[in-house]
Every structure is written in C-alpha cells, then in structure tokens.
C-alpha cells in the first residue's frame, strides 16, 4: 500500500470543524465531515462487507517527509516540505529588490536571466513594495531551485493593470499573459507575493495571475529548455503561500456585446500549469499549489486554478479558493494532444461562492433584447475533465454550482480512475430566486455568500462529451449536502444531490452521507440516475446514509422512473443499489478499503 495522509498532513485550520466521526484505516486516522450529528449503527445488525473498490489511496505515491523531489521518480511531492524543506521555512535573501522609480519589474526580470542558468546552489530573490510589470522565469533549465518571494516580514505585490502581449512568451503555445509567468523552466519556487489588478476585456489577451508552461520536443514549435540541456523533463515548480486577487477578462460581464456572448476565448486563470508533450516522457512533473488564496476573479470560459496535459504527479492542497465566476480547480487531459493529467492529489483546499450565472461568456444572445443573458449555471468547485489518477480528499466545498464533478468534455475521449474521499461539499437554501441569494460561507472564508442556492449537483458523474465515457471512480465517505431551492424555482428544473450521467462503468459509491433539501423541498432528488450503466458488472451503490429527503416529490429516480421512498427504491432499481442503505443513522458496513 502507497503512503497516504496522516493526520499531522491535514491543514491545521481545518480542525476547527465540527467532525463528529473519525475512524482508523490501515493504522492511519481518517475524518469525514458529516452535515449533521451521526447517530451509531443499527444494534443487531451484520457487518456489509465493500467491494474491491477500482481505485484506492495505494494509487498515490507521496515523496517521504523531507525528501527532495527529483523528476523522474514518480512520487508526488509531501505537503509538509514539498520542496524537501518544512512548507513554512524562508530561505535567507540573496538579493532583494525594493520597488522604486529606478527599480522595477524589469529590473528583477534581467536579474531573472542573469542567473537562472549559471547557479552553483539555490538562489532566493526577495521583493519589496508594488512592482507593475509581469516577472518572468523564461528557459531556466539550471537543476538548483530559485525562488522568488517576498522578503520576510514584508509585502510585495504585482499590480499590473492591463495585460499586454509583452507578457506573453513567444514560445508560449496559448499564449498566456502571466503576471508571474514560468515558461519552458524547472525548479522554479514562487512564494509570498500579492497578485491583484491584472485585468483585460475582449478575446486578444488572456490574463493569469501565475502561469506556468512547458513544450515538450514533439508538438512543435522549439520544445522547453530543460528537454534540450539533458535533464529529460521540466518541472519541480512550487506555488506557495501567494495571494492571488482581481483577475479577471471583463468581457465576461458585458451583456450588449454580441461577440463575446456565449464566446470560448473570453478567458482568464487564477493558476495555470499546463505541458504540451507527446506523453509521460515529456510531462511537466512535480508542480505544487499549496497555501495559496485565489478570490474574486472573473474568468470567462476559464478556470480559476487549472491542471491542464501531461502534468504528472502534482499537489493542489490548503487553497482558500472563493468568489469566482467559473470552475474553482480543474484537472483536464484531451486539449494539449493526447495527454491527461494524471497521479496528482488536491486535498485540504475550501472552495466557495464559484458561479457562472452572470458570466456572459456561457450566455446566449437575445435578439430581441439585444443582451446576453445567462444560462444554466454549471461550474464545478472541484471539477475533472478527462484526467486520470486524481486523488479528491478532504475538501469544503460550498455554494457552488456543481459541488465536485467528473466529466469528460472532449468526443471519444474518457476520465478514468479518480478517488474522492472525505470531502464535505455543501449548497444552502439561499434567500432569493434572484441574485444575489444570500448564505453562510464555510469556515475560513470571509463574509457570507451571494451565490447560495444556485447549486445544480453536489457531486456529478458524468460524460458530457459525444461518445466520452468514464469509469473507474470510487467515492467513499463523504458528506453530499443539496438543499438549493432556488435553481429549480429560476429554471423549472430539478437539483440532485448526486448524480449519474453520461457513458460510465465501475463506480463505487461506498459509505456516504447524502442529504437533501428536507421535506418540503420541491426540487432536489437525493440520487439521480440519468444513463444507466456500460455493464451491471463492477458498480456498487451501498451503505448510504440518507438525511432530509423530501415528502411532497420523488427522491430518487432511473431514466423514466422515480421513486418517492427509499424502500421503493430498493426494491425497484434492478441493480441492488443501496441494499443496506438507510434512512438517518449511519449503517454499519465495513470500512474503506483505501
């Protein structure tokens, strides 16, 4: 079995929450985040014993405390010392750059170039004060680590303004306009820096607060310097401890231009780390983005924190992610050629408040009004998008429009192997059919919610593309929670808590808490079964606990069948799901094999 998380791993801050259920596996304990008080087990009753699950923790290798991570060993990076050093500790200042009328970003980029290449041990520069211009670490193929951070005690801020194409590297395949840009570079630390103000408006820039890239030698264009200089691959990047703030393509909250409504290049990212290669021999290996906050960022058709190609053994862990208008993270295979992101974990992040639904670039024109009006809200807080190997644990998500979801948007293609495990994800009845809606925000997260209610699914399995198909996911011990109202009041139609879509096989759902909108909730069904399954082979539904179903419509339902109870449903699913599945208490089954 693969190292996995103790608890000495988890985020310190998260101990505050109200866990009112813990357990031993394998020697280590686990929690799990229910959305009310868990009553004991059934006396009397015999142990359910689970399946084989299709994925389990032993999937993840995870670098032993204090190890350095060298490319190539296939082990994803210890969130307490990802680089080898404890994740708290500043390194001593080489060199400190303090904005000024004669010092600025350009300063700091020549210093940059200056020594990316010729280090004989790791370098640390340090800034001060607000820099106005983008800091690149453009072709650093050197294996000692530079870090750039904010000197100890002190503030640095990057307040750019508008992005220009002079922040884009030429050798950039999107073309990314980074406030703080890694391109065709390894062993680069980014620490402590305040990112605000970085803005455009149209489809000619795309702004990222961070933005991360590499080309591997086969997908054209000249491939990254560290495939060219002997070292075989590009990676070893840590994002830790930035502020990431007010990033945002406006273009998205325009509803009288036409050619941005509904527009797939109206983009902007929070965090980008992306790598186009021919595969495994040219991933970008080893990226972290810990401890960062990303918040109040407007970002089109784009994601707020994205994982995107042949990124391989990664780490997302203890962001506060929050007030954004699309996807909160997202890991993605299928755009960079044939590449998935793969064998990565995002643990111990809160995400919140992540909504599309005055996002006009996932609008649809009205010509008679001459506006773009919104669609169906449909942003995932946690969302997979054709990657494989993605460990999902022990997250908050809260008052998104999807809470975690799996998908697969690109045609004949598929996700595959993904492990979601004692998350808590969250949507409150909100206030209002209209915007704002208003709710509590998770613990850790400042003021309150605006976007409470507009929740669709707390967790979705789905394939959304033509022919795409996804397999292999087990979800275990965690708290669903939808108790929205408000979705199906503005759309005439239906809220699940979980649900089941698209092409899928081999799906696990062992020990969960699920929990509605309470009984006289209109809108929310508890398990929704859109497709049913490739084969009735390697698909188990089980010891569920179910809380708060509604008594004035159906709860559950198949593709042309609903059930109001869930005896009903037992009896009449035809799969056996939910044979030992109750109503309230906590069933006793065995616990998890992962």
């Not at 985020?11 to 868990?38: C, E, Q, S, Y």
């Not at 890239?213 to 060219?228: I, K, N, Q, Y």
């Not at 809260?398 to 495990?421: C, F, K, M, P, Y």
């Not at 808590?424 to 997260?445: A, C, E, K, M, Y």
Request: hydrophobic share 35%; with cysteine; charged share 15%.
């Amino acid at each position: 079995m693969g190292v996995v998380f103790n608890l000495n791993l988890f985020n310190h801050r998260m101990a505050a929450r109200l866990w009112t259920m813990r357990r031993v596996v394998a020697g280590f304990i686990v929690l799990a985040f229910p959305l009310t008080m868990v009553s004991g087990p059934i006396e009397g009753a015999s142990l359910v014993r689970e399946p084989k699950p299709p994925v389990t923790a032993g999937d993840f290798v995870i670098e032993s405390l204090g190890a350095v991570p060298h490319l190539g060993d296939q082990k994803i990076p210890n969130p307490r010392t990802p680089d080898g050093s404890p994740v708290g500790s500043a390194p001593a200042c080489h060199v400190i750059f303090r904005s000024s009328a004669t010092v600025g970003s350009q300063t700091v980029n020549r210093a940059i170039a200056a020594v990316e290449n010729t280090m004989t041990h790791p370098e640390t520069i340090c800034l001060e004060g607000t820099f106005t211009g983008p800091i690149h670490v453009w072709g650093k193929y050197d294996p000692y680590l530079l870090t750039i951070e904010a000197v100890p005690g002190h503030q640095a801020k990057l307040s750019l303004g508008v992005a220009q194409n002079s922040a884009v590297n030429p050798n950039e395949y999107d073309g990314v306009a980074g406030a703080v840009s890694i391109v065709d570079s390894t062993n680069v630390q980014v620490r402590g820096l305040t990112i605000t103000g970085y803005h455009f408006q149209g489809t000619q820039e795309t702004p990222a607060g961070i933005y991360v890239e590499v080309r591997g030698l086969g997908f054209g264009g000249t491939p990254s310097a560290c495939f060219t200089h002997g070292l075989h691959a590009c990676g070893n990047i840590y994002l830790i401890d930035n502020r990431i703030e007010d990033i945002a393509n406006t273009a998205d909250e325009i509803t009288n231009a036409k050619s941005w409504c509904n527009n797939g290049n109206v983009d902007a990212f929070g965090i980008e780390a992306e790598s186009y290669g021919r595969g495994p021999s040219e991933s970008l290996q080893h990226v972290v983005i810990e401890d960062n906050v990303i918040a109040h960022t407007r970002t089109g058709e784009s994601e707020t924190v994205a994982i995107n190609g042949d990124v391989t053994d990664f780490l997302v862990y203890g962001n506060k992610i929050y007030d954004t208008d699309n996807i909160g993270i997202d890991t993605e295979g299928w755009y960079n050629g044939t590449s998935q992101a793969n064998h990565g974990i995002i643990a111990n992040n809160i995400v919140a408040n992540v909504d599309t639904w005055d996002n006009t670039a996932y609008g649809v024109w009205n010509s008679k009004t001459h506006n773009c009006q919104p669609l169906q809200p449909n942003a995932g807080g946690i969302y997979d998008d054709g990657a494989s190997y993605i460990w999902i644990n022990h997250n908050v998500v809260a008052n998104t429009d999807q809470g975690i979801s799996l998908d697969t948007e690109n045609a004949n293609r598929w996700t595959n192997d993904i492990l979601v495990s004692h998350n808590l994800v969250w949507d409150s009845p909100g206030t209002r059919l209209g915007d704002p809606s208003f709710g509590p925000n998770p613990s850790g997260i400042p003021g309150h919610s605006t976007v409470a209610g507009h929740a669709y699914d707390a967790f979705y399995v789905d394939a959304f593309g033509a022919h795409s198909r996804i397999y292999d996911v087990y979800a275990y011990d965690n708290s669903f929670g939808n108790a929205s109202r408000y979705f199906g009041g503005r759309h005439v139609h239906h809220s699940d808590v979980v649900n089941l879509g698209g092409i899928w096989k081999n799906v696990v759902l062992w020990d969960n808490i699920i929990s509605g909108g309470g009984p006289d909730n209109p809108w929310v069904f508890m398990l929704g079964v859109d497709n049913l399954p490739m084969t009735s082979q390697g698909t188990t539904i089980n010891c569920t606990s179910y809380r708060d179903l509604s008594t004035v419509h159906h709860n559950f339902y198949l593709p042309n069948r609903e059930f109001y109870t869930l005896q009903s449903w037992k009896q009449g699913n035809g799969y056996g799901w939910d044979a030992n599945s109750v109503l309230g208490t906590k069933p006793l089954c065995q616990a998890a094999i992962s």
